[in-house]
């Protein structure tokens, strides 16, 4: 176990608790109380996990990919599972596909942990390969939780439906139940993530990680795009969800997030995102205007300088 930190220093522990309780929620309502073992097994693992108190990661180092966003993201996967629940389309969801759905969420972004003799920078050097190392991580752990090796492969394929180059009719799914598994679960991870209440303010967090996993990516002689600056990535975020979120929702995951749109037709989800947008075009606004006004005084100087 790991003593280095106080676990609730890392973290915000409502955000645990409140997925925590959800999670029971929704699957007492879908399948009954003694059902719910499973998923409390699951989630009370991805905290020791996250916090090094496994054997083989230490605790997560990442201030973006954290502990917290995979709870956000696990909410929203649940919150979908509840409304398809009630809604059925593409495919019927049993209580066992439930459970592969949360143990895909748990681990979508494990890849980002680093092992107990890795000493160098932060889990945020593997971003260009935390899926692959996510889907290596469900096959070591997720067995004693009684996964068969068919199972595993499922949940596999749901991770990398998270890449974000994905092409689901690429990946090897059987059949459509086996699609809405990972489109749920890669829906609920860019739903959880941009939907977060501190999303604007964690996009500096993004943008470090960004900024480490390109330098790694130098050193192992291969290529990871990133921005320039943050301002570079605040001012294309609006960009990003207008052209890359909204098209892999609507078009790689066939707009599952609809789902949980009320009798109005409005997502409580994609209402707080845009929310979010607007808030980062007003931080986007402001930097620009404050690195300007620092400027400025420094032509000025160089420009009476000349007089």
């Not at 973290?11 to 399948?31: G, Y």
């Not at 693992?45 to 995979?70: I, M």
């Not at 809604?87 to 066992?96: C, F, G, K, M």
């Not at 980062?280 to 930097?287: C, H, I, P, R, T």
Request: glycine share 4%.
């Amino acid at each position: 176990m790991n003593h280095d930190q106080d676990p609730l220093t890392m973290f915000h522990p409502q955000i645990h608790r409140a997925t925590t309780e959800l999670v029971h929620r929704v699957v007492q309502e879908a399948f009954g109380e003694e059902q719910t073992i499973l998923f409390s097994n699951l989630l009370k693992f991805s905290f020791d996990l996250y916090h090094g108190n496994t054997l083989w990661f230490q605790a997560c180092d990442t201030a973006f990919h954290d502990f917290d966003h995979t709870m956000q993201a696990t909410a929203a996967a649940a919150d979908l599972l509840a409304a398809h629940r009630k809604n059925p389309v593409i495919a019927v969801l049993s209580q066992r596909d439930w459970e592969l759905t949360i143990a895909a969420m748990i681990l979508h972004d494990s890849g980002y942990l680093k092992r107990r003799d890795d000493v160098e920078g932060s889990g945020a050097k593997y971003s260009s390969i935390h899926v692959g190392r996510s889907c290596f991580h469900a096959w070591d752990i997720l067995p004693p939780f009684g996964f068969s090796r068919d199972e595993l492969r499922q949940i596999q394929n749901a991770i990398c439906a998270t890449g974000i180059s994905v092409r689901m009719n690429e990946l090897p799914f059987r059949d459509s139940r086996e699609w809405l598994i990972g489109a749920i679960v890669a829906t609920g991870d860019m739903l959880g993530q941009m939907a977060a209440e501190d999303y604007p303010e964690r996009l500096a967090c993004l943008y470090l990680e960004f900024r480490e996993a390109s330098a790694f990516s130098r050193l192992q002689m291969a290529s990871f795009a990133t921005h320039k600056s943050l301002l570079e990535l605040l001012e294309g975020t609006e960009k990003f969800y207008h052209g890359y979120v909204m098209h892999v929702l609507d078009h790689e995951w066939k707009a599952v997030y609809r789902l949980l749109d009320d009798s109005h037709g409005c997502n409580p989800y994609i209402d707080r995102i845009r929310t979010n947008i607007a808030r980062v075009k007003l931080m986007a606004s402001s930097l620009a205007s404050s690195r300007h006004s620092s400027i400025e005084p420094t032509a000025s100087v160089a420009r009476h300088s000349r007089i």
